[in-house]
């Protein structure tokens, strides 16, 4: 069965530093990765994805992430945090069957950021 | 892209009362998705809705619960019925762009439920 694991419920980094937020999966095969921002009162943005080719994947506001096959982790980083990155971060991989119509979430990690 | 409203955004609810969550798309879409967030949880899956046809629940949730309709490829409903405490939660309604599955899931802002 597939799981999604966000081993981090909280980090709290100062503004300006980097951010690395971790995310690692169980899945038979390689499945379709995702990562979702959601700011307070907001929906859910999608912030990049990998469904193959380049294993580093560039996403918006700065984001990116690297599929690592080997040790089943999809981490998010970002090197130089705003302020208003500071959000929920979720996780999430879609079987390689159905892809986004079916995701899987991990618990989301919260990131603060601290002037 | 596509755009997805959802109301109410939030309500306070009475337990052993139901309420309906609208979902309403700018697009046409085949399939619309609803999730639930627990507080402190993951999202999780609780049906596909199918346009003319019944709703497929995943594991642990039922039509009884959680019945669902579907009049038109813009607009779903999904309805909290007979709800408790442990209904309290964020539902979102979902769904994926066109082009087959290898794009991305769009969601609305969520409805957050509170049972008293």
């Known amino acids: 069965a597939q799981s999604v694991t966000q081993p981090d419920i909280h980090i709290t980094v100062s503004e300006g530093a980097s951010l690395e937020l971790r995310c690692n999966y169980s899945?038979?095969?390689?499945?379709?990765l995702f990562w979702y921002v959601q700011s307070p009162g907001q929906g859910l943005q999608l912030l990049l994805k990998?469904?193959?080719?380049?294993?580093l994947v560039q996403g918006i506001k700065g984001f990116e992430a690297e599929f690592k096959r080997s040790q089943s982790s999809f981490n998010l980083r970002k090197p130089s945090v705003h302020w208003s990155d500071a959000a929920e971060y979720f996780c999430?991989?879609?079987?390689?069957?159905?892809?986004?119509?079916?995701?899987?979430f991990g618990t989301g990690t919260r990131l603060t950021v601290i002037p | 892209s596509a755009v997805i409203s959802q109301k109410p955004s939030r309500d306070i609810c009475q337990r052993g009362t139901s309420l309906t969550i609208q979902c309403q798309v700018d697009?046409?879409?085949?399939?619309m998705f609803w999730y639930r967030q627990q507080p402190g949880q993951s999202l999780t899956l609780i049906a596909t809705a199918n346009q003319g046809s019944e709703a497929t629940y995943e594991s642990g949730f039922v039509i009884d619960k959680f019945p669902i309709s579907r009049p038109n490829l813009t607009f779903s409903t999904l309805t909290v019925s007979n709800m408790s405490p442990e209904d309290s939660s964020i539902y979102l309604c979902?769904?994926?762009?066109?082009?087959?599955?290898?794009?991305?899931?769009?969601f609305g802002q969520g409805t957050r439920l509170t049972v008293v």
């Open positions: 697009s046409q879409v085949t399939m």
């Open positions: 999430a991989v879609g079987p390689h069957q159905t892809g986004a119509n079916n995701l899987f």
């Open positions: 990998y469904f193959s080719g380049d294993t």
């Open positions: 899945y038979g095969a390689t499945p379709y």
């Open positions: 979902s769904v994926v762009g066109t082009g087959g599955k290898n794009t991305e899931a769009f």
